[in-house]
């Protein structure tokens, strides 16, 4: 059986460093500040502002919620927007996506200081991670993966990787930084040949593919490292990942749970972000 690469333990210490840092900036009288803005009222929006507000507060970040409605109209973001990158008591801002479809989003995310674009949604983020520049933050899901390898000691040098899945969001930013630790990375994708051979070739495996139970026994090999970025909803109603855990956990070396694994990581990162941001400001 594999070994379990639970999420709650990373989170644990970057919590701990977190608060270090907030307390060492509080003594100096700054206040690390992420303001979150919601457009409308979709319930996995009210969700994830929920837990990030708790994981904020829980280190000692103030959080402050900029709450619009359904029918904004793009100049009234634009300008909360751009009223936050000119707040100097604000140092990172979490916008929700996707937007009302009468919104032009591209324009409105592009919008957004990326030294305070705290979940790398940013052209000038991406930017940031493919050219190393220090511009900007990674996307959260995809730095979480990486906090999760380096938590557990799994050194990437040399290492052949595979990443299924090429998003802005987590595959092709999850790739770019694999990269940066010397790994030697193929990215996957629905029209890879030969999927299963590839995949089972590699010592290290982020799977982001969207759908619940893609990668099978048919997937894997003996002592890999496999990392499940999927939050999917099984027939039965429970939380899965993109792995089919039960039939790849008796084959793999180390798999991360869905739940319990990537995403329990990634608002910690988010605050974390910030934090670092008023460490810079």
């Known amino acids: 059986m594999a070994g379990l690469l639970k999420g709650k333990d990373v989170a644990d210490a970057l919590n701990a460093k977190m608060s270090a840092d907030v307390e060492s900036l509080k003594a100096n009288g700054v206040t690390p500040t992420?303001?979150?803005v919601r457009v409308g009222e979709r319930p996995d929006?009210?969700?994830?502002?929920?837990?990030?507000?708790?994981?904020?507060?829980?280190?000692?970040?103030?959080?402050?919620?900029?709450?619009?409605?359904?029918?904004?109209?793009?100049?009234?973001?634009?300008?909360?927007?751009?009223?936050?990158?000119?707040?100097?008591?604000?140092?990172?801002?979490?916008?929700?996506?996707?937007?009302?479809?009468?919104?032009?989003?591209?324009?409105?995310?592009n919008s957004l200081a990326p030294e305070k674009d705290v979940d790398g949604i940013t052209d000038g983020s991406l930017v940031g991670?493919?050219?190393?520049?220090?511009?900007?933050?990674?996307p959260c899901t995809a730095q979480a993966c990486m906090e999760i390898l380096d938590y557990y000691g799994v050194d990437c040098k040399g290492k052949r990787a595979v990443v299924v899945g090429r998003s802005l969001v987590v595959g092709?930013?999850?790739?770019?930084?694999?990269?940066?630790?010397?790994?030697?990375?193929t990215t996957c994708h629905t029209r890879t040949v030969d999927m299963p051979g590839v995949v089972k070739n590699a010592e290290i495996v982020i799977v982001a593919a969207g759908k619940a139970g893609a990668v099978t026994k048919d997937y894997v090999s003996d002592g890999q490292v496999i990392v499940d970025v999927g939050i999917n909803v099984n027939a039965e109603?429970?939380?899965?990942?993109?792995?089919?855990?039960?039939e790849v956990e008796q084959i793999v070396g180390a798999i991360t749970p869905v739940p319990g694994g990537v995403g329990s990581v990634t608002t910690s990162v988010l605050?974390?972000?910030?934090?670092?941001?008023?460490?810079?400001?």
């Open 45 to 109: 929006d009210i969700s994830y502002e929920k837990g990030a507000t708790k994981r904020a507060e829980t280190v000692g970040v103030a959080v402050k919620n900029v709450l619009l409605p359904q029918d904004v109209t793009q100049d009234a973001l634009l300008s909360a927007i751009l009223g936050l990158n000119a707040d100097k008591s604000v140092h990172g801002v979490l916008l929700f996506r996707p937007l009302p479809k009468h919104l032009d989003e591209e324009t409105i995310r």
């Open 34 to 36: 992420l303001a979150i």
């Open 237 to 246: 109603g429970k939380l899965c990942g993109d792995v089919a855990f039960d």
């Open 129 to 138: 991670v493919f050219t190393g520049n220090g511009r900007g933050y990674p």
């Open 172 to 185: 092709k930013p999850a790739a770019q930084m694999l990269l940066a630790k010397n790994a030697t990375v």
């Open 271 to 281: 605050v974390s972000h910030v934090v670092d941001a008023a460490k810079k400001a």
